[in-house]
């Protein structure tokens, strides 16, 4: 399993569309038991483009919303440049490691 990255424009940002996804995320993640290994990250930064990063667990219980906002398998994201959304907190970061 692979994790997944959906990027946004700058557009999509300020219309919400992140914020769309985070939530709808959240209900999946609460709805799937709040998986340990499941979480959703995004950049620190957003400019020009923002990309939020799916761990691959996600995959087996978020693949529809992946896939609605064109997600792609990427390499696993660097941590100093993301933040934490929707995970358990305790172990979400080590899924960086």
Known sequence: MSWHEVILSREQVVEGVSEKIQSDFEELFIKA?????????C???TAPQFSMY??????????????????????????SEITLLVGDRSSAWDLLQ
């Open 33 to 41: 038991g709040k998986p340990a290994e499941m979480a959703l990250f």
């Open 54 to 79: 799916f761990s691959p667990v996600s995959a087996q219980y978020a693949s529809d919303l992946i896939s609605a906002y064109s997600g792609d398998p990427c390499e696993k994201p660097n941590a």
């Open 43 to 45: 950049d620190i930064f």
